[in-house]
């Protein structure tokens, strides 16, 4: 395998560290892992714009939304608007995840590959990577 770049939208350094550890863990192949993370919407755009992006993982509940790729409403209806704009932008797997399960069918129809409720297992996890993995 090539190397894998993950981008993931939180500023918890504990969601970061476990995910680059559970995909570490993970057989990613003979390539290496490099983890970029973000919190605002914007150093998550500018950062996939610098970087050949892998994938997306995206704490839907813990990214700072200005409104420049959604709208002005709540966190939730601007979180299913940055997916769509994240798809539509760069074509790439994306793992929402949040607390809110109630996002999971429209964070698919936005157009994450796949969608995680908190708190998610490794196995749940490294199921939602290799459907990324294998699209």
Not at 39 to 67: C, K, M, P, S
Not at 95 to 123: C, Y
Request: aromatic share 12%.
């Amino acid at each position: 395998m090539t190397d894998l770049k993950l981008l993931i939208g939180t500023d918890l350094e504990i969601i970061i560290n476990f995910i680059t550890e559970i995909t570490e863990l993970d057989e990613i192949g003979d390539g290496e892992l490099k983890v970029f993370h973000a919190w605002h919407d914007y150093e998550i755009v500018e950062t996939a714009d610098n970087n050949d992006i892998d994938i997306f993982i995206l704490q839907l509940n813990n990214i700072l939304y200005h409104g420049d790729y959604t709208s002005t409403g709540d966190f939730r209806t601007q979180a299913l608007e940055f997916i769509a704009y994240i798809k539509k932008k760069y074509n790439k797997p994306i793992i929402a995840f949040t607390v809110f399960d109630e996002l999971a069918e429209k964070s698919i129809k936005a157009g994450a590959t796949a969608f995680l409720k908190m708190p998610f297992t490794i196995k749940e996890y490294q199921s939602a990577m290799e459907k990324c993995l294998n699209r």
